[in-house]
């Protein structure tokens, strides 16, 4: 997360459609400059390779980007075939090469349905996750290779879109944790030869959708006020969590952290709502008092 000691308090989400060859940190910094936005996040990293949809939060959205970290995702990637690098993407270096056996339209149907459900992965070790305190990435650059272990991951959907001799183009629905560059190198085991990303666009995450995302170009020819327009509402991405009413009297309970009694119960989690304004979330219990979780200043 980003913060600035002096800009706007601005709340909502922004969809982007990261470049190729900046990192998320970087896209983020550009558009909060844009906005002149006091605080700011992103919902989980694209890779420098990697374009398309990034999430973008501002203010007290920012208190809903870790449940965004948990959506499922939509990818197009191109594979290259019979390429292996160290980093599992077009911007490694290549380490081995291999023949590419002929491919068949059975050979990969039965490759795709492979993976296909939930399976195991293990992550690469150009990645985030970190080990005694040090991510992966970093030990990799320091020629360190060790154990991971697999993880379960779900692909729910992958379609071939293209199939060249060398290059396959998927369109991959998966969960969260899923490295398509693992992917790439599993399908190249698959084929009897090896891979590596050399395309990559993120289509969807969660409920939001490519279609609808802007570029850097687009925002910075926006006056002050369209790019204002171009914010989603902060409970946007809350919209599968169930809503209750509060009334004067509760909105001014919970915004102390006091419990209050409703008429409802045994919902869980809830989003909370006085007069169609956003409050926050709270969990109510079933004997229908609710108790307030995170309260948002808008």
Sequence with gaps: MSKRKSGLNIHGILLLDKRLGV?????????????????????????PLATGLLPLCFGEATKVS???LDDNKRYQVDIQLGVLTNTGDAEGKVIENQA?????????????????????QVPPMYSALKYQGK?????????????????????????LLNCTQEILTLEVFCSKGT????LAEDI??????????K??????????????????????????????????????PLSFIPRIELSKEQTAAVRQGQAVETKYSSLG??????????????????????????IFNL
Excluded: W
């Design 66 to 68: 870790a449940l965004m």
């Design 179 to 182: 490295y398509i560059r693992s």
């Design 199 to 236: 395309n990559l666009r993120r289509l969807q995450s969660g409920q939001f959708l490519i279609k609808n995302s802007y570029t850097i170009e687009q925002l910075t020819a926006m006056t002050p006020e369209a790019l204002a327009h171009c914010l989603l509402a902060v409970d946007t």
């Design 135 to 159: 991510k992966l990435y970093e030990l990799a650059r320091a020629g360190i290779t060790i154990e991971r272990k697999a993880r379960k991951i779900t692909l729910f959907e992958i379609k």
């Design 269 to 294: 989690q809830v989003r909370l709502y006085n007069q169609h304004y956003f409050l926050g979330l709270g969990v109510l219990s079933s004997n229908g008092i609710l108790a307030p979780k995170k």
């Design 188 to 197: 190249g085991s698959y084929l009897k030869t090896v891979a590596t990303v």
């Design 100 to 120: 590419i056996p002929k491919l068949s339209n059975l050979l990969l149907n039965n490759c795709l349905q492979a993976f296909m459900g939930e399976i195991e």
């Design 23 to 47: 990192s998320s940190n970087r896209a983020l910094q550009e558009v909060r400059r844009l906005f002149n936005a006091n605080k700011a996040g992103h919902t989980g990293s694209l890779d």
